[in-house]
């Protein structure tokens, strides 16, 4: 939409129909795990100024594994080998803070090693590595992101705006006193764009500055919304324990990814984005 109203082309890749129409928006039911649906899209419309990759399937929204890793690994290759079959350099891909399955105990690094637990944060992992093993034929700008929030896209924190709208309580785990970062969607929308200049292939982290707490986050929307909820808290370990068992037996789509967020500090660093992109949240 962003692209649109500064007045570029956009051609769109989805596995789901988009209902918005453009005149300079083309949408397109794809598949990115199949290369050729792909390779047909580059051949049709050719050379794009820069592609943006945004594309992934979550653990949570899949129960067949091997289609996640045919979308997140097999479907970054098809797109990073189909921009290098038709002189495309540039490309901005959308990784993850799912990399790490538990915290530092401080403000993660690009340099860190990564740590995935589940499958969503490995998928990302080999993509990064399919992109890296191109650099010496495509510019690819990997930018980590944590949770991306804002109107209309609030994914399963939508549930916990619902109980503060409702007034109901707002449940936080060991006192809410975990730190965990976000990142706005417009801000990352800036970043993607000053990416798709960035004439080499490089990784940054990305995120919100000033972390609050969950349990201040929570009051200071509850105190906006002029509601009667309260925060309210849950003992860390027997609720992490019952979170993992109703994963595991299928009861609950809250997985690793969501324990993290819950109970832990989790924030990047994001002093390199800053310096060489000239970008701010």
């Known amino acids: 939409e962003h692209l649109l109203a500064e007045g570029h082309k956009v051609v769109s890749l989805d596995i789901v129909a988009d209902a918005r129409e453009h005149e300079r928006l083309t949408s397109l039911v794809i598949d990115i795990g199949e290369s050729d649906a792909v390779e047909a899209v580059f051949a049709e419309h050719g050379s794009f100024d820069a592609v943006f990759h945004l594309a992934a399937m979550l653990a949570h929204d899949v129960k067949d594994k091997d289609q996640l890793w045919q979308t997140n690994v097999n479907g970054t290759?098809?797109?990073?080998?189909?921009?290098?079959?038709?002189?495309?350099?540039?490309?901005?891909?959308?990784?993850?803070?799912?990399?790490?399955?538990?915290?530092?105990?401080?403000?993660?690094?690009?340099?860190?090693?990564?740590?995935?637990?589940?499958?969503?944060?490995?998928?990302?992992?080999?993509?990064?590595?399919?992109?890296?093993?191109?650099?010496?034929?495509?510019?690819?700008?990997?930018?980590?992101?944590?949770?991306?929030?804002?109107?209309?896209?609030?994914?399963?924190?939508?549930?916990?705006?619902?109980?503060?709208?409702?007034?109901?309580?707002?449940?936080?785990?060991?006192?809410?006193?975990?730190?965990?970062?976000?990142?706005?969607?417009?801000?990352?929308?800036?970043?993607?764009?000053?990416?798709?200049?960035?004439?080499?292939?490089?990784?940054?982290?990305?995120?919100?500055?000033?972390?609050?707490?969950?349990?201040?986050?929570?009051e200071y929307v509850i105190t906006q919304a002029g509601s009667n909820s309260r925060v309210a808290s849950l003992p860390r370990r027997p609720t992490l324990l019952a979170m993992r068992l109703a994963y595991a037996l299928g009861m609950s789509p809250l997985g690793p990814y969501q324990y993290k967020m819950i109970a832990e500090d989790f924030v990047f660093d994001t002093g390199k984005i800053k310096r060489e992109l000239a970008w701010q949240p």
């Not at 939508?158 to 976000?182: H, M, P, S, T």
Request: proline content about 4%; glycine content about 8%.
């Open 77 to 218: 290759a098809h797109i990073a080998d189909a921009c290098i079959r038709h002189g495309i350099r540039q490309l901005v891909f959308t990784s993850s803070n799912c990399l790490w399955g538990t915290a530092l105990g401080r403000p993660v690094r690009e340099e860190d090693t990564p740590h995935p637990v589940e499958v969503y944060g490995r998928s990302k992992l080999a993509a990064e590595e399919i992109l890296l093993a191109r650099k010496g034929d495509l510019h690819s700008v990997i930018i980590r992101c944590p949770t991306i929030i804002a109107a209309g896209r609030l994914g399963l924190l939508a549930i916990l705006f619902e109980f503060i709208d409702e007034g109901r309580k707002v449940w936080v785990v060991g006192g809410g006193k975990n730190r965990y970062q976000f990142i706005y969607a417009p801000d990352l929308v800036e970043a993607c764009q000053k990416a798709a200049k960035h004439a080499q292939t490089a990784t940054f982290h990305i995120g919100s500055d000033d972390v609050r707490s969950f349990k201040a986050v929570y």
